[in-house]
T-cell receptor, first 116, second 111 residues
Framework: EAGVAQSPRYKIIEKRQSVAFWCNPI?????LYWYQQILGQGPKLLIQ????????DSQLPKDRFSAERLKGVDSTLKIQPAKLEDSAVYLC??????????????FGPGTRLTVT | GQQVMQIPQYQHVQEGEDFTTYCNSS?????IQWYKQRPGGHPVFLIQ?????EVKKQKRLTFQFGEAKKNSSLHITATQTTDVGTYFC???????????FGAGTRLAVHP
């Protein structure tokens, strides 16, 4: 079974520039998550999709971050304009839905963003 | 909002020593998950605990869920260098499988 794919793996941009990340979840996983992980901290959920609908975006800075999952499969996360404090690893994860007692999340390798 | 606190933040052990990390919440948890993240890697699911007082073992790893479902622990017996990494607990919040991660405990194992 192929894992969660993310690209790019690394990105360096200047502040006020824009950037986009792509994620392809495990086939058949209905739920997709985007997390921000700042160095030395645990992952923080930015947005959660179930199929192509948003079920939680309470911690997404909506003035600069946006995400979509148009066909209920792959997803993009965009930052525009970027700030220095956006430097972090952006992790995508997916999980199956309604599988009894098995809601583990499968994480992709992440995109390390550096904003200079 | 819901928070989970993990202690310690960081622990050094000699290879062969035991290691324990603790996860605490001020509210009752429906269940708790544990993940391991190797240096430079991504979180990998280890286990989920659901029942009050539950104890689960995976080889040298023992996971416990408190009777009141407000705390959990992960104990590693006789650590090996392959155990190096950060161990996160994560609590389920709400009805859509949203995870709230603790800050993690970083384990260093010296040979």
């Amino acid at each position: 079974e192929a894992g969660v794919a993310q690209s790019p793996r690394y990105k360096i941009i200047e502040k006020r520039q824009s950037v986009a990340f792509w994620c392809n979840p495990i086939s058949g996983h209905a739920t997709l998550y985007w997390y921000q992980q700042i160095l030395g901290q645990g992952p923080k959920l930015l947005i959660q999709f179930q199929n192509n609908g948003v079920v939680d975006d309470s911690q997404l800075p909506k003035d600069r971050f946006s995400a979509e999952r148009l066909k209920g499969v792959d997803s993009t996360l965009k930052i525009q304009p970027a700030k220095l404090e956006d430097s972090a690893v952006y992790l995508c994860a997916s999980s199956p839905i309604n599988r009894q007692g098995a809601y583990e999340q499968y994480f992709g390798p992440g995109t390390r963003l550096t904003v200079t | 909002g819901q928070q989970v606190m993990q202690i310690p933040q960081y622990q050094h052990v000699q290879e062969g020593e035991d290691f324990t990390t603790y996860c605490n919440s001020s509210t009752t948890l429906s269940n708790i998950q544990w993940y391991k993240q190797r240096p430079g890697g991504h979180p990998v699911f280890l286990i989920q605990l659901v029942k009050s007082g539950e104890v689960k073992k995976q080889k040298r790893l023992t996971f416990q869920f408190g009777e009141a479902k407000k705390n959990s622990s992960l104990h590693i017996t006789a650590t090996q260098t392959t155990d190096v990494g950060t161990y996160f607990c994560a609590a389920i919040s709400g009805g859509y499988n949203k995870l709230i991660f603790g800050a993690g405990t970083r384990l260093a194992v010296h040979p």
